[in-house]
């Protein structure tokens, strides 16, 4: 499926103060370019960007994308930015972003494909773990765009609701820091610039342990630590076709089971961490738990580990590294008929114990 995506700007932004919202700056840099940078970043990129605006098209122009107006007059709203998107593009879907939301999650247009294909419905859209429906972020096929200019030609302009009666579906994503966070008045612009800002710093400043005072990598010396009780919890997910996803569910692939073969690879590559990361220190594992839950609405799935040890230094690494090895392992067993699967989202959702403590990532509840 080729795809295109269109960074709506094109609104009046009366709660700005009637302000191009699109090239209002966000910590250094306009809330367009943001959203260029999201799209960039995107597990799946898209073959071309459209920014569709009504005004300061030059300054628009400037980012080296094509510029859409809208093609009804009187700013009828997100769907004449949709509608001029369709016209210009000939790709089988649109992706659509707002400008103003400027931290989007890398795995969105990923997610958003394979539940496209997973559904077969015409469009799908972006929910949160709140329960928030973020109409403007969604994904559409091509084939609504008669439909789109019913709606536009008899004035109805409210894309929540044209999107529902096509059949919508939702893909929910969690609530990760600061992705999907909307900025629709000063005090939104505020207080995302300071988090912005506050990360970034945190970033700069902080400590690198592996690097001595000399900038040489080194192991860290924990030989005067006392050994506690810690554990560590990471996640991943693997997103295929579905097909692939119902043979190894089935149990029906050609080099059996799957997913049994996976979770071994997973505990020996937790026993096995200190031979793959140079750094890491080798550690006395007391348990490694490997769980896979079948995910059929995204087409995927998902590879969590858990790792335990009585030791000096932390077990994340063990983690991490199990569920990396556990999903090339699926890669590994199904490349035969899906070599486009894509790893996604590897991140850490817990640790407990040590100086540090209790840690657990913002939305791991959810």
């Known amino acids: 499926m080729n795809l295109d995506a269109v960074i709506l700007a094109g609104g009046q932004a009366r709660r700005m103060g009637g302000r191009d919202k699109g090239l209002i700056p966000l910590a250094g840099k306009p809330m367009v370019a943001w959203m260029i940078a999201a799209l960039q970043k995107q597990s799946v990129l898209v073959d071309q960007i459209f920014i569709a605006a009504n005004r300061n098209l030059p300054d628009y122009s400037g980012f080296g994308y094509t510029v859409l107006r809208d093609v009804y007059p009187d700013h009828p709203g ?48 972006a929910k949160t773990a709140d329960g928030q429906t973020h109409w403007s972020i969604c994904l559409i096929r091509r084939e609504l765009l008669p439909s789109l200019l019913e709606c536009l030609s008899q004035g109805q302009n409210r894309l929540g609701q044209w999107l529902s009666e096509q059949g919508a579906e939702f893909v929910t994503f969690s609530d990760r820091d600061m992705s999907f966070a909307n900025i629709n008045t000063p005090e939104n612009l505020a207080s995302l610039a300071d988090r912005l800002t506050a990360a970034a710093q945190t970033v700069t400043q902080g400590d690198l342990t592996h690097f001595n005072a000399a900038g040489n990598a080194h192991m860290v010396n924990v030989g005067n630590k006392v050994e506690t009780r810690r554990s560590a919890t990471a996640q991943g997910e693997i997103i295929m076709l579905p097909d692939t996803l119902r043979l190894i569910e089935s149990g029906n692939h050609k080099k059996g089971d799957v997913l049994g073969v996976a979770r071994i690879a997973a505990i020996m590559a937790a026993k096995k961490t200190s031979d793959l990361i140079p750094l890491c220190h080798p550690l006395p594992l007391t348990a490694v738990n490997v769980e896979f839950v079948i995910d059929r609405i995204n087409s995927s799935v998902r590879c969590s580990v858990t790792c335990e040890t009585l030791g000096r230094t932390g077990i994340e690494m063990e983690a991490l590294t199990a569920v990396q090895i556990g999903l090339l392992t699926i890669y590994d067993m199904c490349k035969a008929v899906d070599k486009g699967m894509v790893m996604s989202n590897v991140r850490l959702l817990e640790k407990i114990g040590g100086k540090s403590g209790h840690w657990s990532a913002p939305d791991a509840g959810a």
């Open 78 to 125: 997100p769907m004449a930015g949709i509608h001029s998107a369709l016209l210009a593009s000939p790709a089988e879907a649109l992706l659509v972003v707002p400008c103003d939301v400027p931290c989007l999650p890398n795995d969105l247009l990923l997610k958003f494909r394979a539940a496209l294909n997973a559904t077969g419905a015409p469009a799908v859209v």
